[in-house]
């Protein structure tokens, strides 16, 4: 194992990257997009299924990634059920920032105060930014649900 995986470790991202949840690929799913991070040989594809208002209904994975990729897409997954696109972009944005070390700048993004339940469970991603390769790994699900309610079915981080 990596040096910076093994200190990025915590209980949290092991349980999740063992046990990743929504990891299926479900029927009725009519958005997916693939998500490639070449850098680190990530690849989800994830399926979205919107309904009325454009709440997310139903997100799920599948793919093969490191523990930080699959962690990362096992809680996007979870968060995102049940929220608009709005919702979730504004999200995608703050945890962004977070990776990317820049949550407390003048320009930070702060998704909306009942969310904050949400980024608290994201935070345990948030060392990542200690390691910018790391950084899109975290990213990668989050990156692929976007592409795949924009109608992209391909994303990459390079
Ligand atoms: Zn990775």
């Given amino acids: 194992m990596e040096d910076d995986i093994r200190e990025l470790y915590q209980e949290v991202i092991l ?19 693939h998500g490639n991070n070449p ?20 997100a799920a994975f599948e793919g093969k990634g490191c523990a930080i990729s699959i962690a990362s897409a096992s809680m996007m997954t979870d968060i995102v059920r049940g929220k608009s696109v709005t919702e979730m972009e504004a999200l995608f944005e703050e945890f962004h920032q977070m990776c990317m070390g820049e949550e407390e700048g003048d320009n930070a993004v702060v998704a909306a105060e009942e969310f904050a339940d949400d980024m608290d469970k994201l935070r345990v991603l948030s060392g990542v930014k200690q390691y910018p390769m790391r950084v899109k790994c975290a990213t990668l699900a989050w990156h692929t649900i976007n592409a795949a ?8 981080t390079e």
Wanted: one cysteine or more; proline letters at 6%; a negative charge.
């Fill in 15 to 33: 349980d999740h990257g063992k046990n990743p949840r929504n990891f299926r690929h479900p029927e009725d799913a009519p958005l997916e997009a």
């Fill in 39 to 58: 850098l680190c040989g990530d690849k989800l594809t994830v399926y979205v299924r919107l309904g009325d208002g454009e709440k997310i209904e139903d």
């Fill in 149 to 156: 309610i924009h109608g992209d079915t391909d994303t990459s």
